[in-house]
């Protein structure tokens, strides 16, 4: 009899503390991994008459600069898995402290920008929003700075449920227990593909999705 792989545990409300706030959730970061991605993203969404992305380095530390810097004072504090799950109009993801990052909860903001269900997600690798305009080099990165425990911020090429590209602000911090142990990571999403300022990349993705047929 093969033993099943096991699957990490969803948060209810019954494994928070009482004091927390849990929301009626619906539905970084892993590193590429060479697994079966879902049919809508088995075809190629790069256009050739596009060309490769941007680089991601070539101005991307004005971009960061030039971001809102709402919610910076929860990203540079000792968060808990606790606080993490606490409502909020960010698009939160919160994964497994160990490789591959599997996913155990979503909040309907998360939901709502990416298009999945919580059901679809649980236990899933971000690899799910990642496509053949997400930048690996970067993915390796902002790991390596994660598990160093350096702020990690960086932009990458996302899709959601269908294939429709965005361009991600992300920023990833670890959640901590009260030993100051990392028990979780958590990443905060915002589509800033049609902000005015920004890289290379946002030109490129409004490109990319015209050459999809979609709208902007």
Same mark, same amino acid.
């Given at each position: 009899?093969?033993? #099943?792989?096991?699957? =990490?545990?969803?948060?209810?409300?019954?494994?928070?503390?009482?004091?927390? /706030?849990? +929301?009626?959730?619906?539905?970084?970061?892993?590193?590429?991994?060479?697994?079966?991605? =879902?049919?809508?993203? #088995?075809?190629?969404? /790069?256009?050739?008459?596009? !060309?490769?992305?941007?680089?991601?380095?070539?101005?991307?530390?004005?971009?960061?600069?030039?971001?809102?810097? +709402?919610?910076?004072?929860?990203?540079?504090?000792?968060?808990?898995?606790?606080?993490?799950?606490?409502?909020?109009?960010?698009?939160?993801?919160?994964?497994?402290?160990?490789?591959?990052?599997?996913? *155990? /909860?979503?909040?309907?903001?998360?939901?709502? @920008?990416?298009?999945?269900?919580?059901?679809?997600? *649980?236990? #899933?690798? @971000?690899?799910?929003?990642?496509?053949?305009?997400?930048?690996?080099?970067? @993915?390796?990165?902002?790991?390596?700075?994660?598990?160093?425990?350096?702020?990690?911020?960086?932009?990458?090429?996302?899709?959601?449920?269908? !294939?429709?590209?965005?361009?991600?602000?992300?920023?990833?911090?670890?959640?901590?227990?009260?030993?100051?142990?990392?028990?979780?990571?958590?990443?905060? @999403?915002?589509?800033?593909?049609?902000?005015?300022?920004? /890289?290379?990349?946002?030109?490129?993705?409004?490109?990319?999705?015209?050459?999809? !047929?979609?709208?902007?």
């Amino acid at each position: 009899q093969q033993q #099943q792989q096991q699957q =990490p545990a969803m948060l209810t409300p019954q494994s928070l503390p009482a004091s927390s /706030h849990f +929301e009626p959730f619906i539905p970084d970061i892993a590193l590429p991994q060479q697994q079966q991605q =879902p049919q809508q993203q #088995q075809q190629d969404m /790069h256009n050739p008459l596009l !060309g490769p992305p941007p680089r991601l380095d070539l101005g991307l530390d004005e971009c960061l600069r030039a971001m809102s810097t +709402e919610g910076e004072s929860l990203m540079k504090a000792r968060v808990t898995l606790e606080q993490a799950v606490q409502t909020s109009p960010e698009a939160r993801v919160i994964t497994e402290a160990q490789r591959p990052f599997r996913i *155990v /909860h979503v909040n309907d903001s998360w939901a709502m @920008l990416c298009g999945f269900q919580r059901q679809e997600v *649980v236990g #899933q690798t @971000l690899n799910m929003i990642q496509g053949p305009a997400t930048d690996p080099n970067a @993915l390796r990165d902002l790991v390596a700075r994660i598990q160093a425990r350096e702020e990690a911020r960086t932009m990458l090429v996302n899709y959601k449920k269908g !294939g429709f590209p965005f361009l991600n602000m992300l920023q990833v911090q670890p959640l901590v227990d009260q030993e100051g142990v990392v028990t979780h990571y958590m990443g905060v @999403l915002e589509d800033v593909t049609l902000k005015d300022y920004l /890289h290379p990349l946002a030109h490129y993705v409004r490109d990319l999705r015209a050459s999809l !047929g979609y709208s902007q």
